[in-house]
């Protein structure tokens, strides 16, 4: 099949999409990005890449730093981590609090807002200065050396990070977040505010699809079983309270962001990254789940 062709026909099909859905505002910095934007890319194991539209536009990854945090973090904490985390979907929106007191300060998982900073938390432990340890591979796997932090949308998050304080006061006061919430905070903004092209992230989420192992700087940065664990978590996760229509419609791991970027893994196979800033009531990019749909449905490659 002509993958190229493909995903050109796919941006094609897409347009139409634009404007149903609303650039995330809650984050006042991120409200200025324009609109009608659309990236497509494919990173394949065996080394080649396929893009189309503005797939060489950086935007903010968000919540597609969780997937990375995840995996850096599982590395070093095995199976420690599941003890502070747990891994069902929540069925809540990303941001949400009302789980977080029955449960006992211990999130559903890590991909919502509390179980990413009690990751953050961890890999603060063990690494530090956790946002330099991820940016340093995502810049090894990029091959983007000069990836980076945006002050700017880091500044606004914690200007508007209310909720996030809350939360992790909150999980502070179970005991379940160890460093100091400020420290925390600023780890996560910084991570959620990384910009990335399409090209990049398929590039850096490569590992995902080959258990693991990185085929481009041959590291091997998850164990087979890991790489499993971090595919499902995304699958049952990774678009929050929409994970069911994800996994109905596209049929994928994924992790989005609310920048409007989509990472999604076909194990064996390749890593794709998509792009387009408009999002729906939960969080996610219209044109990018339309997207992902149409190319499982045309490529029979989902996991199902
Ligand atoms: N930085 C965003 C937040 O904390 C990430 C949310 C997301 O991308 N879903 O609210």
Redesign the pocket.
């Known amino acids: 099949m002509n993958l190229q062709a493909l995903i050109e026909d796919i941006r094609q099909e897409t347009l139409p999409f634009y404007d149903q859905g609303k650039v995330?505002d809650?984050?006042p910095a991120l409200a200025s990005v324009r609109p009608r934007q659309f990236g497509f890319a494919i990173q394949t194991l065996d080394g080649r890449q396929y893009a189309c539209g503005d797939a060489d536009v950086a935007f903010s990854i968000?919540?597609?730093s969780?997937a990375f945090m995840l995996a850096l973090t599982l590395q070093a904490d095995g199976e420690e981590l599941w003890r502070h985390v747990g891994k069902e979907p929540s069925g809540n929106p990303?941001?949400s609090l009302v789980q977080l007191e029955y449960e006992h300060g211990i999130p559903r998982n890590p991909f919502i807002?509390a179980g990413?900073l009690v990751v953050t938390d961890r890999a603060i432990g063990h690494f530090g200065d956790a946002h330099s340890h991820l940016l340093a591979w995502l810049r090894a796997e990029s091959g983007n050396a000069a990836l980076s932090a945006d002050e700017t949308i880091a500044a606004s998050?914690r200007e508007h990070?209310d909720?996030?304080a809350a939360l992790a006061h909150f999980m502070k006061s179970y005991g379940n977040l160890i460093q100091p919430v400020e420290t925390v905070l600023n780890q996560?903004?910084h991570n959620?505010?990384i910009a990335m092209s399409c090209r990049e992230l398929a590039r850096a989420g490569l590992f995902l699809a080959n258990h693991g192992a990185s085929p481009q700087t041959g590291r091997h940065y998850l164990t087979r079983s890991q790489a499993k664990q971090v595919n499902a978590v995304m699958l049952t996760c990774g678009t929050?309270d929409a994970a069911g229509e994800f996994a109905y419609r596209v049929g994928l791991p994924v992790k989005?962001?609310?920048?409007g970027g989509l990472l999604a893994v076909i194990p064996g196979k390749m890593s794709i990254a998509v792009w387009s800033p408009q999002l729906d009531a939960r969080?996610n990019s219209v044109l990018g789940l339309e997207a992902l749909d149409r190319f499982t449905t045309a490529t029979g490659l989902s996991i199902f």
Do not use: T
Request: aromatic share 20%; hydrophobic share 30%.
């Open positions: 995330a809650y984050i968000q919540s597609i969780k990303f941001n807002n990413a998050e990070g909720r996030n996560y903004f959620c505010s929050y989005s962001g609310v920048g969080g």
